[in-house]
């Protein structure tokens, strides 16, 4: 336990600009954000990786990409990528395009939820 609290106090989390994406790369990474759902439902570990590396490389600030990958890691046991993505994951949101499908949801549920946007945006990404 002690090792892993050390692990945690060293992390150095960079900072990601803001990418603005042409119209082909959002396409291409709302594909892959389906495919990447559909393989972290089947718990396709290999292809979640593989996804969610492919996402980072167009928009190294994604939420989404660095939670699933925080689990990847999590289930492979390498806990200081795990832990390094889900700090990324829960920092990043804030630094990344508007999500359509998130943003969507947002204004459905808003009038009826006392939730922060942060709240809500991590109940999503469980999703």
């Known amino acids: 336990m002690l090792r892993l609290i050390t692990e945690v106090e060293t992390l150095q989390l960079p ?3 803001i990418v603005e994406l042409e119209t082909s790369d959002r396409q291409q990474l ?3 954000h389906q495919q990447g759902k559909q393989a972290y439902i089947k ?3 290999q292809t979640v990786q593989t996804i969610y590396t492919q996402v980072l ?3 190294p600030g994604s939420a989404i990409a660095h939670a699933h990958l925080s689990t990847f890691y999590g289930q492979q046991g390498q806990l200081r990528q795990s832990l390094q993505h889900h700090a990324l994951a829960y920092s990043a949101h804030t630094l990344e395009p508007p999500n359509s499908e ?3 949801l947002l204004e459905a549920v808003r009038p009826y939820t ?3 946007e942060e709240r809500l945006f991590s109940l ?3 999703g």
């Open 43 to 45: 718990a396709d570990w």
């Open 30 to 32: 709302q594909v892959w």
């Open 102 to 104: 998130f943003q969507a």
């Open 124 to 126: 999503y990404r469980l």
């Open 114 to 116: 006392l939730l922060s």
């Open 57 to 59: 490389q167009l928009n």
């Open 15 to 17: 900072v990601y600009p």
